[in-house]
């Protein structure tokens, strides 16, 4: 066996084994060599995200062409995604606020202890600089990300632009709104292209990019930051903070209590997915499509 031995070795740890090899030396001086040496403490840099895709470039470009010509002319830009579960209850959440004293929560993050198990659906309007989140009680399905879209839409997205007959979705190409489940374009065609007459064009991130989806650092990185080191004791309180977002750039955000049961592991059958008025592009078919409503198509 290798005698190759691993450790993350103290200042107190370096000076002791410095002094057993005859140069004594106290662990602040340690410090200040090692920092003469330009070694200092880090933590692990994230970054690598797997294999690179050859077409990752490619569609980077055409999201940046779509989101320029639909700015240009007015047309509603959302960008989506589902936020990590949140526990409601007496639970610790990461990070410090200012306070007379600390909040005294739960020693162990226990299911059974909480609530509910929320589970936030962002929605950032691009060219409004608007949030709404959806929380969520039940599985986090395509169904759910869905009737999401489709609920903006009906309060806030089609008052905000009246007329319009496109909309833009930015997503990632995983996930309950990925760019392979079935379901997810099944009730895009339904609920949403179908209902309101929309042409809905979807761009989905590379896999392995969906920290560059507007979503992520300008709705989600604000509320992380509202909310942080304050227990989600109860949903007002939860929805309180939501609203309460605010940024130096504009941002305002409304929220919504979506008590609802969905169901996992729905099929769509060939035949259902050959009913879809689904156009595939031009530049990476697999990432970029538009469903358009179908005129035959009656809702009820």
């Not at 055409?62 to 990590?84: A, C, M």
């Not at 259902?272 to 538009?290: I, K, S």
């Amino acid at each position: 066996m290798s005698q190759a031995k691993y450790v993350r070795c103290s200042l107190e740890t370096l000076s002791n084994q410095l002094a057993d090899l005859g140069h004594p030396a106290c662990p602040a001086v340690v410090g200040d060599l090692l920092r003469g040496l330009d070694y200092h403490l880090y933590v692990n840099v994230k970054r690598f995200t797997g294999p690179y895709h050859p077409q990752r470039d490619q569609q980077f470009g055409w999201i940046q062409i779509l989101i320029d010509t639909f700015r240009d002319e007015g047309l509603p830009i959302l960008s989506v995604d589902s936020k990590k579960k949140e526990l409601i209850g007496n639970f610790a959440n990461a990070g410090a606020t200012w306070g007379p004293q600390a909040d005294v929560v739960n020693a162990h993050d226990f299911l059974t202890d909480a609530l509910y198990q929320g589970r936030p659906y962002g929605l950032y309007d691009v060219l409004a600089n608007k949030g709404h989140v959806i929380v969520g009680t039940s599985s986090d399905t395509p169904q759910f990300a869905v009737e999401a879209v489709a609920r903006w839409w009906e309060r806030i997205g089609g008052r905000r632009y009246p007329g319009v007959e496109e909309l833009l979705i930015l997503a990632d190409s995983g996930g309950s709104n990925g760019c392979r489940p079935r379901l997810w374009k099944k009730c895009l065609q339904e609920l949403v292209a179908d209902r309101y007459g929309l042409a809905v064009t979807v761009c989905h991130y590379p896999t392995g990019a969906s920290a560059y989806n507007p979503v992520e650092h300008r709705l989600f990185g604000p509320i992380s930051t509202n909310w942080a080191g304050v227990p989600l004791r109860t949903p007002e309180v939860m929805l309180g903070y939501l609203r309460g977002t605010r940024t130096k750039t504009g941002l305002r955000v409304t929220a919504e209590w979506w008590e609802r049961n969905y169901q996992t592991g729905v099929k769509v059958t060939d035949a259902e997915m050959a009913e879809l008025n689904l156009e595939r592009g031009d530049t990476c078919p697999q990432w970029n499509y538009t469903i358009l409503p179908r005129k035959v198509y009656q809702w009820n």
